[in-house]
Each structure stands twice: as structure tokens, then as C-alpha cells.
């Protein structure tokens, strides 16, 4: 479980595909001799097992391995050597929730559609799939790339969230573009109201 509290910047040290998962090593700035194995670190809002780690040149690294699944439902697919990504550690027992509760399962991928400054902030405009707008609500939650972030506005097939300075220098946001391809995870507790509402419609 995570809060969608950017710790870390981290970037692609290598990506290779096997015949099942896909192996992939990341540097952060997160201390090597502390990272355990078997532990979850959310990548770009992928919560992904911790399966190597070390030290190399002198920068800390990790690696995860990535199923068929994943990779089929996510935004890994488009990632290579000196990618940016969002990294957060696992929630731990007694830390401060700063966002929401997010839990790393991504609901769909999103298209940066529009990029616009709005006083020393940016205001992104991202286009997602129809199946998921439903979920997405004016001052709900959503996390992008890991990153909890409220909604300012909502239309039919797309949503905006403003983008502060302090999250600007802290995230990937400071690199995305139009076009750029983004991990969505939908707030927990839409999924759940929208299973109950469902369940009692099946039972009527």
C-alpha cells in the first residue's frame, strides 16, 4: 500500500525481455543497504517486487521482474535506459498518509492531451479510456504515475489536475509532453462504491 508521496526520481538502468517477464534495474537515490528483497516499490504507480539490488558507480540500484500481464496493462512497455520514473516506498507502519490511499494496481493507461501554464503551476489535460471516466469525479482523487493528485475538471473523455512547482521539480511530471503515455489508478473507494452499486443492480 502506498499514498501516492513521491520520494524519489529514479531512472532505468536496463530492461531485458525474456521469454516470460521482462527484468528491469532501476537507480534511486533510496540507499541500496537498506532496500529488502521481496520488498514493494511503487514504480510510476506500478507496485512492483523488489528482487536484486546493489550498488553500481557508485548509485544505488534495484531490480524488478515484470509479468506479460503487467507489462500488457501498464506503461513499462514504453520504458528504456535513462527513463524517468516516480518511485515510492511502501507505506510503513506510523508514517504520515500525505495523498491517498493508493495500492499500485493500474486501472488503465492515460494520454497527456494538453499542457498549459496556469500561474506558476501547469494544468494537464489527460485523455482516458472511456470504461474509466465514470470513476474520475471534480475534487476526487487519482494517482498518475504514482503521484496523488486531486481533479479540477472533468469532460466526456477527459480529465485536468493541476501541477504545483514543488511537484513539478520532484516528479517526471517535469518531463512529460503531449502524447506522453501515464499510469492510472482510480481512487480504491470509487472501485468499491461502483461494486456495490453493481451488486445491488444484479440482485434487483
Known amino acids: 500500500m502506498f499514498t501516492g508521496t513521491i520520494k524519489d526520481v529514479g531512472e532505468i538502468k536496463s530492461v531485458t525481455k525474456g521469454s516470460g517477464d521482462t527484468a528491469i534495474e532501476i537507480f534511486t537515490s533510496f540507499d541500496a543497504n537498506y532496500i529488502?528483497?521481496?520488498?514493494?516499490?511503487?514504480?510510476n504507480g506500478v507496485s512492483l517486487t523488489v528482487v536484486r539490488h546493489g550498488i553500481s558507480g557508485g548509485r544505488s540500484w534495484f531490480a524488478v521482474d515484470v509479468s506479460k500481464e503487467t507489462m500488457s496493462v501498464t506503461s513499462i512497455p514504453t520504458w528504456t535506459k535513462g527513463t524517468k520514473i516516480n518511485l515510492e516506498h511502501a507505506l510503513r507502519m506510523g508514517?504520515?498518509?500525505?495523498?491517498?490511499?493508493?495500492?499500485?494496481?493500474?486501472?488503465?493507461?492515460?494520454?497527456?492531451?494538453?499542457?498549459?501554464?496556469?500561474?506558476?503551476?501547469?494544468?494537464?489535460?489527460?485523455?482516458?479510456?472511456?470504461?474509466?471516466?465514470?470513476?474520475?469525479?471534480?475534487?476526487?482523487?487519482?494517482?498518475?504515475?504514482?503521484?496523488?493528485?486531486?481533479?479540477?475538471?472533468?469532460?466526456?473523455?477527459?480529465?485536468?489536475?493541476?501541477?504545483?512547482?514543488?511537484?513539478?521539480?520532484?516528479?517526471?511530471?517535469?518531463?512529460?509532453?503531449?502524447?506522453?503515455?501515464?499510469?492510472?489508478?482510480?481512487?480504491?473507494?470509487?472501485?468499491?462504491?461502483?461494486?456495490?452499486?453493481?451488486?445491488?443492480?444484479?440482485?434487483?
Open 36 to 43: 529488502e528483497i521481496g520488498s514493494l516499490i511503487s514504480c
Open 95 to 204: 508514517e504520515e498518509i500525505g495523498g491517498h490511499i493508493v495500492t499500485g494496481h493500474v486501472d488503465g493507461v492515460i494520454e497527456v492531451a494538453d499542457i498549459k501554464p496556469a500561474g506558476d503551476s501547469m494544468v494537464f489535460t489527460f485523455k482516458a479510456p472511456k470504461m474509466l471516466m465514470p470513476y474520475i469525479a471534480v475534487k476526487g482523487c487519482v494517482a498518475i504515475d504514482g503521484l496523488s493528485l486531486t481533479v479540477n475538471e472533468v469532460q466526456k473523455d477527459t480529465f485536468k489536475v493541476n501541477i504545483i512547482p514543488h511537484m513539478q521539480r520532484t516528479t517526471n511530471f517535469s518531463i512529460m509532453h503531449i502524447g506522453d503515455k501515464a499510469n492510472l489508478e482510480i481512487d480504491i473507494l470509487a472501485r468499491y462504491i461502483a461494486r456495490i452499486f453493481g451488486k445491488s443492480e444484479d440482485d434487483k
